[in-house]
Nanobody
Framework: DVQLVESGGGSVQAGGSLRLSCAAS???????MSWHRQALGKEREFVSS???????NYADSVKGRFTISHGNAKNTIYLQMNSLKPEDTAMYYC??????????????WGQGTQVTVS
């Protein structure tokens, strides 16, 4: 079975830190992995991404505060979140992308982990 499981969410006070984890199994995320978030009543938005060569990207809203990284396994990623703000409150989703070439690609999503900052 394909699994993409996020963990590490919780409730913290502003200025605090959390580290989210995402572990994918059953497939290879060879086109990269990323974090996205969706606040209540808002659209899902990009947070950060990392490719197989550890190249990273960040949304402007989290740059300098969040750090994405691979675990020992490339299908595992982390999101270290520091200096958390109330506006970071959202459900955080992990995304796994695959690309076999010839125009064939796709993505899998996890179920999300809730982050609440007060």
């Amino acid at each position: 079975d394909v699994q993409l499981v996020e963990s590490g969410g919780g409730s913290v006070q502003a200025g605090g830190s959390l580290r989210l984890s995402c572990a994918a199994s059953g497939y290879r995320c060879d086109a990269g992995m990323s974090w996205h978030r969706q606040a209540l009543g808002k659209e899902r938005e990009f947070v950060s991404s990392i490719d197989s060569d550890d190249s990273t990207n960040y949304a402007d809203s989290v740059k300098g505060r969040f750090t994405i990284s691979h675990g020992n396994a490339k299908n595992t990623i982390y999101l270290q979140m520091n200096s958390l703000k109330p506006e970071d409150t959202a459900m955080y989703y992990c995304k796994c992308q695959w690309d076999v070439g010839l125009g064939a690609s796709g993505a899998y999503w996890g179920q999300g982990t809730q982050v609440t900052v007060s």
